[in-house]
């Protein structure tokens, strides 16, 4: 995994946008030799300079998905560490659901798409953290969590997640 990823020397934002349709969520198999390639993940990326985190979800998500977000609504902010001891986030992100979105669904570069119903969500096929998180999202619950890897990004060794 590429050392600016893991070791940024300022803090990398970035945005996840959850869309749910019929109690069915919208993930993203992260294509082989990306950052998180190989997991499932919802819809984002990292916000560009001088661009809100609301604006970068409904453009990450037409980027990956070819869909249009009409509205958002927070759902939590999550800090990512690598590596023990830092005093600042290697990642943050803000976590977004929309429920209110249009378009024909079509796959890019970034991996391949498909629908889960909340029961059968891949918890076990995503970043281990989603594992402590995703459950409060499904459930409408608002939170914050933090989340130490390690150096290497392969295993989530602390968090600390609360509801708000």
Known sequence: MSSELLNPKDTIRAVLCHLKRDNHYLLLLKAGGRFGGGFWNAPGGKIE?????EAAAIREVKEETGLSVR????AGSLEFYFGHGKVKPDWTCEVFTSTEFSGELKESSEGRLEWFSEGNIPLDQM???DRYWMPLLTSGQRFHGVFEFSSD??????HKVEKL
């Open 127 to 129: 970043w281990e953290d």
């Open 153 to 158: 990004s392969t295993k989530l060794v602390a």
């Open 49 to 53: 300079p001088d661009e809100t985190a």
């Open 71 to 74: 509205k958002l609504a927070k």
